[in-house]
T-cell receptor, first 114, second 111 residues
Framework: NAGVTQTPKFQVLKTGQSMTLQCAQD?????MYWYRQDPGMGLRLIYY???????DKGEVPNGYNVSRLNKREFSLRLESAAPSQTSVYFC???????????FGLGPGTRLLVL | QKEVEQNSGPLSVPEGAIASLNCTYS??????FFWYRQYSGKSPELIMS????GDKEDGRFTAQLNKASQYVSLLIRDSQPSDSATYLC???????????FGKGTHLIIQP
């Protein structure tokens, strides 16, 4: 049981390049999320997917697109990278009941845009 | 917009003392509350979660929740230098909205 996995772990891009961050979870969670963390900040929600086939914008969606490929996988795409997108990106998944909830956080992808 | 507020610190505590970290949240519908520890350059790791009013203890850590006051805290007893890190408070309303994180409190345990 690997939990939430992310690839790549580290990436350097030039301004204007595109890339896709991959995320997978093996916990059978319905909901998945992409966050970014900048220095001195908490994690901010970029996009989320409540269930397979649905996606919604979070707090900071501009410059990103997402795809919920299936229940396990949720990818984040940068079409034209900008230096402001230099950040650490975390994928997460969750399971919620009225009396309990589980939230799994991935190891992160460090992205540097030059 | 949901907000989670934490004092950014740094909070300096002598080794062996109790460190008290506080967090307030804006959404009264919040159901689940989490504390994460994050070392510099590393990913956050879950310390504790709490869902009901009152205290929840796990080893040297105690989480306290007061939903009426919209307040959650984390106490670290017998603080060790290895506890020096940034502590993130996170709140979940429920359903599929995910966690809303605070900016974190930087804790320094002085030997």
């Amino acid at each position: 049981n690997a939990g939430v996995t992310q690839t790549p772990k580290f990436q350097v891009l030039k301004t204007g390049q595109s890339m896709t961050l991959q995320c997978a979870q093996d916990m059978n969670h319905n909901s998945m999320y992409w966050y970014r963390q900048d220095p001195g900040m908490g994690l901010r929600l970029i996009y989320y997917s409540a269930s397979e086939g649905t996606t919604d914008k979070g707090e900071v969606p501009n410059g990103y697109n997402v795809s919920r490929l299936n229940k396990r996988e949720f990818s984040l795409r940068l079409e034209s990278a900008a230096p402001s997108q230099t950040s650490v990106y975390f994928c997460a998944s969750s399971f919620y009941l009225s009396s309990d909830s589980l939230f799994g956080l991935g190891p992160g992808t460090r992205l540097l845009v030059l | 917009q949901k907000e989670v507020e934490q004092n950014s610190g740094p909070l300096s505590v002598p080794e062996g003392a109790i460190a008290s970290l506080n967090c307030t949240y804006s959404d009264r519908g919040s159901q689940s509350f989490f504390w994460y520890r994050q070392y510099s350059g590393k990913s956050p790791e879950l310390i504790m979660s709490i869902y009901s009013n009152g205290d929840k203890e796990d080893g040297r850590f105690t989480a306290q929740l007061n939903k009426a006051s919209q307040y959650v805290s984390l106490l670290i007893r017998d603080s060790q230098p290895s506890d020096s890190a940034t502590y993130l408070c996170a709140v979940m309303e429920g359903g599929a909205d995910g966690l809303t994180f605070g900016k974190g409190t930087h804790l320094i345990i002085q030997p």
